[in-house]
Structure formats: structure tokens, C-alpha cells
């Protein structure tokens, strides 16, 4: 799985387009941090649950599947984030995103929207191999957000996701 993350992308690139890899395989998936389920992979599964339940008007996948948003905050508070989360404030599910290495989107028509390489529509055995990510010890959040800012990525110019999924060779 060394060919998964962020170690493949350029310090310059706002994102790592994996669709095309095959998925890996999670058959000697282990827990975390004495947790069952890691956030990553709930929020997965919440995705695709709204979505069968008919709430993907609160949140759901953008059409191209790399990035998702949350649509409706106060519907999202009271029902849904119950039924998955601890936590009850949307300020503490943004700061889970944070803590996993998703980026904001800041622009464009998915403005608002979230965004990881490992997070895709469909492919929940990527997010397995999110970690959360640490800040240096004495850094300033706001000051490394501004020395790390990049464009951002055009997912509508790389295509849906589920029709990108094929076997590499060498995969």
C-alpha cells in the first residue's frame, strides 16, 4: 500500500488522482487505537447510507465522487450525526476532518466541499488506510495553512470516479 497517500505527490500538486489504482486489500485489517470502526471508514459508510436513506440533500458525494460537502448543517446536527458521531457540534466533525488530512475546498462550485486522495465514492477500503495527522510541536495552525496553501484540484476535469477504477498493471 506504499503507493497510497500523500508520499507520491509533488509538494506543488493540490491532489493525487488514485482512482485508477486497485483497490488494496484490507482482509488482515486490524482496530485502531482501541476504536472498531476509525472515523475515515464511518464516514464512509454514513455517505452511503444517507444516500440509500434519501437524505443525500444534507450531505452526500459531489457527482465527480472525490470530494463530498454537507448541504444542510442543522439537518446534518440533528439527524444524522447522532446516529454516527459522539459528538454533537459541527465544529468537532470539522475538526475529525482536520485531524485526517482532508482539505477544504475554498472555491469554485464544490466550495465548502471536503477532499482526501484516499477518500473516494465507492472505494471504502481506501479510506482503511487513512491516519490521522499530526502538527509539529510550537507550530502556529493558521501560519502552516498559509505556507501550505495550493490551487486547488479540478475534479470535474478528471472524471467520475467510478468510472476511473482499473486494473494497473503491476497492481
Do not use: C
Not at 47 to 58: A, F, Q, S
Not at 116 to 133: D, I, K
Not at 148 to 167: H, I, L, W
Amino acid at each position: 500500500i506504499k503507493v497510497l497517500g500523500t508520499s507520491l505527490r509533488k509538494k506543488d500538486s493540490p491532489y493525487l488522482d488514485i482512482s485508477a489504482l486497485q483497490d488494496p486489500d484490507v482482509s488482515d485489517k486490524r482496530t485502531r487505537g482501541g476504536v472498531t470502526e476509525p472515523f475515515p471508514e464511518k464516514l464512509h459508510r454514513m455517505l452511503e447510507e444517507v444516500k440509500k436513506d434519501g437524505k443525500d440533500d444534507i450531505i452526500s458525494f459531489f457527482s465527480h465522487g472525490r470530494a463530498f460537502a454537507v448541504h444542510d448543517p442543522d439537518r446534518f446536527i440533528s439527524e444524522v450525526m447522532p446516529k454516527y458521531f459522539k459528538q454533537s457540534r459541527l465544529s468537532s466533525f470539522q475538526r475529525q476532518l482536520n485531524l485526517y488530512g482532508f482539505t477544504r475546498i475554498t472555491s469554485g462550485s464544490d466550495a465548502g466541499g471536503y477532499y482526501h486522495e484516499l477518500f473516494l465514492q465507492g472505494r471504502p477500503n481506501l479510506a482503511v488506510h487513512m491516519r490521522r495527522v499530526g502538527l509539529p510541536q510550537g507550530e502556529d495552525r493558521r501560519k502552516m495553512r498559509a505556507k501550505n496553501q495550493r490551487s486547488e484540484p479540478n475534479f470535474y476535469a478528471m472524471g467520475d470516479v467510478k468510472d476511473a477504477q482499473v486494473r494497473l498493471p503491476g497492481m
